[in-house]
C-alpha cells in the first residue's frame, strides 16, 4: 500500500501516520521530519531549508524532491509508505506520479483529513515534540506525566518554532494557497478519501482502517 495523508498543518497526520505505520507495517515518510533531522545535523540542505522552515514557507521542490526520492527507494519503503507532509503543492505531487510511474508503482489512497481552523490553532498552539524519539504530546489534551519530558524515552518536550501563533498563521495560508489545490487532483484520479478530523485520533484511525479494508476488499472482486 502506498498511501498520502492530505490535510492542514494541525489535522494530525503525524499521528495518523505513525500508527498506520506501524498497524500496516509500511513506512512512515514525513518530509517535516526529514527535514528536521537534516537542520538538527547542521547539513548544507537543514542550514538552507531551515530558512524557509521557520517562516512557515515551503523549502523549495528541487530540495524536498531530492531528499524524497532518495528516502522512497530505501529497503523498509518497498513494500510501501505513509507519506506525511508530501506532497505540498501540484508540481511535487506530478513529480511523484512521475517517480512511482517510473518504478511501476502508483500511490493506492489519499486520505484528506479536513480540520476546521479552530481545531488546528488549538492542536499545534499546545502542541510538545519529544527532542529524542519524536512523540507528540499535547500541554492540555494528552499532557506528559512528568512535565516536559517524553513518557516513551524520557527524552526532552519542546515547542517546535513553526508551532509558535504567528508562523502556524502563514503555515495555513500557504497550506490554503499550495496544498490545498491537491484535492482536486487526487479527486480527479478518484483516489481521494475525505474525512473529518476534528474527533479524537483513534476515531479518526478506525475511519482510516475501514476505508483501506473496503479498498482491498474491493480489489479482490
Ligand atoms: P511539517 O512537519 O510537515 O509541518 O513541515 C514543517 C515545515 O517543513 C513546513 O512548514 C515546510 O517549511 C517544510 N516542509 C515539509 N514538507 C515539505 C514539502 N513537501 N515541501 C516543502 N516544504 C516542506
Known amino acids: 500500500m502506498r498511501i498520502i495523508l492530505l490535510g492542514p498543518p494541525g489535522a494530525g497526520k503525524?499521528?495518523?501516520?505513525?500508527?498506520?505505520a506501524k498497524r500496516l507495517n509500511l513506512a512512515h515518510i514525513s518530509t517535516g521530519d526529514l527535514l528536521r533531522q537534516e537542520v538538527a545535523q547542521n547539513t548544507p540542505l537543514g542550514k538552507e531549508a531551515v530558512i524557509y522552515m521557520q517562516k512557515g514557507e515551503l523549502v523549495p521542490d528541487d530540495l524536498i524532491i531530492q531528499m524524497l526520492e532518495k528516502r522512497i527507494v530505501q529497503l523498509d519503503a518497498q513494500a510501501g509508505f505513509i507519506l506525511d507532509g508530501y506532497p505540498r503543492n501540484l508540481a511535487q505531487a506530478k513529480k511523484l506520479d512521475q517517480i512511482l510511474n517510473n518504478m511501476n508503482k502508483s500511490i493506492d489512497l489519499v486520505f484528506y483529513l479536513d480540520t476546521t481552523e479552530k481545531v488546528i490553532?488549538?492542536?499545534l498552539s499546545g502542541r510538545l515534540v519529544c527532542k529524542n524519539c519524536g512523540a507528540n504530546f499535547h500541554l492540555t489534551n494528552m499532557p506528559p506525566?512528568?512535565?516536559?519530558?517524553?513518557?516513551?524515552?524520557?527524552?526532552?518536550?519542546?515547542?517546535?518554532?513553526?508551532?509558535?501563533?504567528?508562523?502556524?498563521?502563514?503555515?495555513?495560508?500557504v497550506y490554503y494557497q499550495e496544498t490545498a489545490s491537491l484535492i482536486d487532483y487526487y479527486q480527479q484520479q478518484k483516489k481521494l478519501v475525505h474525512l473529518s478530523a476534528d474527533e479524537e485520533a483513534e476515531l479518526v484511525l478506525e475511519k482510516i482502517i475501514q476505508k483501506i479494508e473496503t479498498y482491498h476488499d474491493s480489489l479482490k472482486i
Open 14 to 20: 503525524g499521528t495518523q501516520a505513525k500508527a498506520l
Open 121 to 123: 490553532i488549538q492542536r
Open 145 to 173: 506525566k512528568k512535565d516536559r519530558i517524553c513518557d516513551f524515552c524520557g527524552g526532552q518536550l519542546y515547542q517546535r518554532e513553526d508551532d509558535k501563533e504567528q508562523t502556524i498563521k502563514k503555515r495555513l495560508l
